[in-house]
């Protein structure tokens, strides 16, 4: 049986896509819907598939060092403002 502790657990994994967009990867969710950040895909093939750290269901915390807030406006403008490496930090 797990305890509390590793119920409620997260891990936090940094991720470093280069080369410029597109990015291979689908966010839903943002505070204006009540829900957190989520990657809802990933594409087969594309720079954030072949990192291989990035998983459907992580939710976006931290877009090149700036924390997030909730708003999937505030993170398209900052993954649309990465010219060659987005850096980002996901909850798992």
Not at 22 to 27: C, K
Not at 62 to 88: D, T
Request: with cysteine; charged share 20%.
């Amino acid at each position: 049986m797990e305890t509390v502790e590793q119920l409620v657990s997260f891990h936090h994994i940094q991720v470093q896509l280069s080369g410029g967009a597109p990015w291979g990867f689908t966010l839903k969710g943002g505070l204006e819907h009540g829900e957190p950040l989520i990657i809802t895909k990933i594409e087969d093939g594309g720079k954030a598939s072949l990192c291989q750290k990035l998983k459907v269901g992580d939710e976006l915390i931290n877009i090149n060092g700036s924390v997030l807030y909730g708003s999937r406006q505030e993170a398209l403008v900052l993954i649309k403002g990465s010219y060659r490496v987005l850096r980002l930090i996901v909850r798992r």
